[in-house]
């Protein structure tokens, strides 16, 4: 006999923001997007964007998750891999449609590699505008619902997303970045 049984939980989600000022660190994330060639057409991002993979063995972004250290360990203190490490290339009226990250466990983020003038980005569940600033960055649970509203942007706006998944137990290719 099966049954279903169905009933909507309530789920703890979260938001941090912080920056950091190593403009070392920040300057060569941006050499090291505006070298790859490998940008393709649009999913719900509607800019210029790499492969979801590109950042993921960068030294740099690496050195970045080091940095904060302290503020992951604030949301999130298991173990965990960066899954997926991605640039983005805003410009003329580029936009990102309204989606998710369900597929992160973890946490997922924004780094932000340029200042405004722009429209931030929009965090729907807390009615939050996060506004870019370089070095600011966003820690969120996957599930929360977020866009970048289309903007006429005078320069390029240039960010890196990341997705975060839990593991409790290490195989030996996989590189656990945080451990408790």
């Not at 099966?2 to 060569?28: A, G, Q, R, V």
């Not at 173990?79 to 989606?99: K, P, Q, R, T």
Request: with cysteine; glycine share 4%; net charge neutral.
């Amino acid at each position: 006999m099966t049954k279903i049984h169905s009933k909507d939980i309530p789920l703890h989600t979260f938001i941090l923001i912080d920056e950091i000022d190593n403009h070392l660190i920040l300057d060569n994330l941006i050499k090291d997007i505006y070298q790859n060639n490998d940008f393709f057409g649009h999913t719900n991002v509607k800019a210029k964007h790499s492969q979801f993979k590109f950042l993921v063995d960068n030294k740099n972004f690496h050195d970045f998750l080091h940095l904060i250290k302290k503020q992951i360990h604030f949301i999130f203190k298991d173990n965990f891999v960066l899954e997926d490490c991605w640039s983005n290339i805003y410009n003329n009226d580029d936009y990102a449609e309204e989606h998710t990250h369900t597929g992160s466990n973890a946490f997922s983020g924004i780094l932000y590699l340029t200042d405004g003038p722009g429209p931030g980005t929009y965090f729907k569940d807390y009615d939050l505008i996060v506004p870019e600033k370089k070095g600011r960055f966003v820690l969120f649970h996957g599930h929360l619902k977020h866009e970048v509203k289309k903007f006429n942007y005078t320069k390029d706006r240039i960010t890196v997303a990341f997705n975060c998944i839990r593991v409790g137990w290490i195989s030996k290719d996989q590189k656990v970045l945080v451990v408790k």
